[in-house]
Structure formats: structure tokens, C-alpha cells
């Protein structure tokens, strides 16, 4: 990369904390000002920055439009899939992604267990957006305002003795979901069946998407599927960088 084009991308962190002078920016890049002025000049003819009426300098809207269009185009399935693979051929058990969409949690790739028994859910069909580990990850993720609306207007199946009763119960569990940062089912929509999962952060970190491991009881108990979750949280995160494009660290 030339030190020019490094100098110039050097101004958007910068200007994304908050609008900044000439001053401002060329001390931070550590060059003359009419370097800086060059650079700036270049960037806002593309409309990457914006000179305001006090001179100072902050991000343009069509750096913001272009983020837009790259997170609508983003194939998150193509993306993660690698990741949800390796996944199963380490587990052996059923691995799960799933997004929120519309109000709805939804399954948008799986890779099926080794063994005999088959998991019931489906890519495509919403999730049991109540009992959910997946769900728990990307319902905890919204503002607090927006989660509790959401909480009150869900309905509250009673699956099995293990469900979420309530808003309240749901909320409380939200909470501690957000703090812990990852989500279990442990028989909340299957008496049978245990899941664990974990978040997918994007650059920005807000969860993009959630993953989770899923097993039945007569192949593993819950106990020895949550010892698999550091295995969990790695692959979720490693998926999350490569969504946001972010390098691996060495």
C-alpha cells in the first residue's frame, strides 16, 4: 500500500470519532498541512468526507451508503458456512446459524449431526423464538427499549416444564444472556434435546448472527455439550471477524 493511499485511509478512523480540523488531522497523520489538505480535498471530491461550515472535516454520506450497500450484499451463509462445518467435524453434533429478521428468528444454514438422529428444524422456517439459544443471542443484542417491546408482544408456549414462562422470566434471561455473552436451550423446546450457542459480532460490535451446537440426550448430556462451549465461542468468533472482514491475528 502507498503511504499516500495509508495517509488517507488514516483520516476515516479518525474523522469517525467525531469532525476534525486540518490542524487536527494533519498532527495525527504527522504531516505538513497541506498534505493533509490534499488528502482531504481528494476524499471529499469522492464523498467520503465533508467539509462543514466551521472548516472542520466528518465522514461523508457516501461512506455510509457504500457500508449500507456492502452489509445488504453480504452473503452471511457463504461466509460462516466453512466455519459451521468445521464446527460439526470437531462436535459431531448439529450446528445451527440463524439470523433476526423481520421479527423473526430465523435458520439460515445447518449442518446435520453424525449420527442417526435427525434434528427437526429446518433452513428457512423461524425458529421457537422464546427457548431459542439462538434467538436468546440476537433478541439480547437489541436496544433495551426495542428488546422489551418485543418481549411483551411475544406469546409463551409451553414446550416442555423448561420453557420461558413470561416476559419477565424472558427479559431476565436477555439480561444475563447480553452480560455472559452466550445462550443455552437445555430442553426448553425438547425435553430431549440441549443446545448452546454463541454471538457473531460484526465490526461494529453489534451481533450479526448467532450459532449454536445442538445434541440429544441419548448422545450427550448437557453437561458435556457446555464444555464444549470455549470451542463455541472461538468458532463464533473467528466467523464474526471473517464477516466483518477483519484479519485473523497471527
Known sequence: MSQTVDRALSILPLLAEGPAGLEQVAARLEV???????????????????????????????LFALAQQAMENLDIRGIVHPHLVALNERTGHTVHLAVYEQGEVV??????????????????????ITVAAVAKLLLADLPEAERRAVAERLEYPRYTAKSTPDAAAFLAELARVREQGWATDLGGHEESINCVGAPLRGADGRVRAAL???????????????????????????????????????
Not at 435458520?107 to 421457537?128: C, F, H, L, N
Request: glycine share 6%.
Open 32 to 62: 505538513h498541512k497541506s498534505t493533509a489538505l490534499r488528502l482531504l480535498r481528494t476524499l471529499h471530491e469522492h464523498g467520503l468526507v465533508y467539509r462543514q461550515q466551521d472548516q472542520r472535516y466528518r465522514l461523508g454520506t457516501r
Open 107 to 128: 435458520y439460515i444454514d445447518k449442518v446435520e449431526s453424525r449420527y442417526p438422529v435427525r434434528m427437526y428444524s429446518r433452513i428457512g422456517r423461524p425458529v421457537a
Open 212 to 250: 449454536s451446537v445442538s445434541a440429544p440426550n441419548v448422545v450427550v448430556g448437557a453437561e458435556e455439550l457446555l464444555q464444549l462451549r470455549p470451542l463455541i465461542l472461538r468458532t463464533a468468533e473467528a466467523a464474526g471477524r471473517d464477516l466483518s472482514g477483519i484479519p485473523s491475528p497471527q
